[in-house]
């Protein structure tokens, strides 16, 4: 008999109580025993370590489709790798939950996380040496190497194409266009899959160089009077500052283009989960409990080619693009973009979506 854990971390979203749900049963009919580490890493840095022992019992199934962690993921102003790196307290905070991962003599653990999270396990990886660790890539920015999807793309896309479907409905009646702006962090794959799905007029991603005056020309040409313009949050317009939805709609209003600015912010992690992204949540938590049975460890389970399998931890890292954390630059976060090459890119732009200027 196994005992393992899982913990959430990094920012929310929907899927993680699917996943947790799933990794549960699953190993209850394997008879293990799951703990729960609440509020991921801060979880571990009590003493005794803030656990649950899950049940099916303690997380019905039907709740299993809410967005949300049922383990927390942490408090804002916790004591993480990130908080303790920046105040030189890392080996402390390595020591406490290196302490407390043996307290708990956990055989595996499973890490459901973001690309923030998951780098920083690998940097920190001597923590996990006595346990299996197996992650699960989670977030609506897609900006996760190696893997083609993640817990909760697949819902913030639906999110965000319901919040634009309904301010299409003003636009028209008023005129006008709506400036969006999406989240993604700097990656623009959610901005680019809602637009695609709205129908947009405009999608501005950091990954492509846009011309103001060009994305004025076409909204200018288009044959309605009004519609929506998706900017990714990660996006900057050289010589001005503030929101990204904020300076592309003052462009607007001082080239005469009738317009809102519209802020779907965090309503994008959350929303009920997906029929795709169950399937995902379910597909990652039993790939993940047949590679604890296989003895694998610092392994991340990934979507290639519609087949779900593990891939080695520092395959993850060395396949993204480093990017230093800009308040410790010992620390890397390896990042996945919309490549130059991606078949929506294409598409968008030959709907006449203005994408940028890609050709
Ligand atoms: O990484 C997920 C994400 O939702 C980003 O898209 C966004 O920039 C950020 O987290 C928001 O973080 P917070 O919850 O701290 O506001």
């Known amino acids: 008999m196994k005992k393992i854990g899982i913990m959430t971390t990094g920012g929310d979203c929907s899927g993680l109580n699917t996943a947790i749900q799933r990794i549960m049963h699953g190993a209850s009919l394997r008879g293990w025993d799951v703990y729960g580490i609440l509020d991921g890493t801060d979880g571990l840095c009590t003493n005794p370590p803030a656990v649950v022992k899950l049940s099916d019992m303690m997380l019905p199934i039907e709740n299993a489709r809410l967005a949300g962690s049922f383990l927390h993921n942490g408090h804002s102003n916790a004591l993480n790798f990130e908080t303790a790196a920046e105040t030189g307290h890392l080996d402390t905070f390595n020591k406490k939950l290196r302490k407390s991962l043996k307290t708990l003599d956990l055989d595996a653990l499973i890490l459901i996380g973001g690309n923030g999270s998951l780098s920083l396990a690998w940097a920190n990886r001597s923590i996990y040496r006595d346990l299996q660790l197996v992650c699960i890539p989670k977030t609506i920015d897609l900006d996760i190497p190696l893997t083609e999807r993640t817990i909760g793309f697949d819902t913030a896309v639906q999110q965000l194409t319901s919040f634009c479907d309904q301010l299409m409905l003003t636009a028209r009646s008023h005129h006008r266009w709506f400036v969006v702006q999406a989240m993604g962090r700097d990656c623009g794959q959610l901005a680019l899959h809602a637009g695609i799905a709205v129908g947009a007029t405009a999608i501005l991603i950091p990954e492509i160089k846009f011309d103001v005056n060009n994305l004025i020309k076409q909204i200018k040409q288009s044959p309605v009077d009004y519609g929506v313009i998706i900017v990714s949050e990660g996006i900057s317009l050289r010589g001005h500052s503030g929101r990204p939805a904020d300076m592309i709609s003052r462009k607007l209003t001082s080239a005469g283009i009738p317009n809102r600015t519209a802020f779907p912010e965090h309503t994008q ?91």
Do not use: Q, W
Request: charged share 20%; net charge negative.
């Open 269 to 359: 992690r959350a929303g009920d989960t997906t029929a795709t992204d169950r399937i995902l949540a379910t597909r990652f938590a039993d790939c993940a409990l047949t590679a604890i049975e296989n003895g694998e460890t610092y392994v991340m389970t990934v979507l290639e080619n519609d087949l779900v399998h593990t891939v080695a931890l520092s395959d993850v890292i060395e396949n993204g693009e480093s990017v230093a954390d800009p308040k410790i630059p010992e620390l890397f976060t390896s990042n996945a973009y919309v490549n130059s090459d991606s078949p929506l890119l294409a598409l968008a732009y030959d709907m006449g979506i203005y994408i940028g200027e890609l050709k």
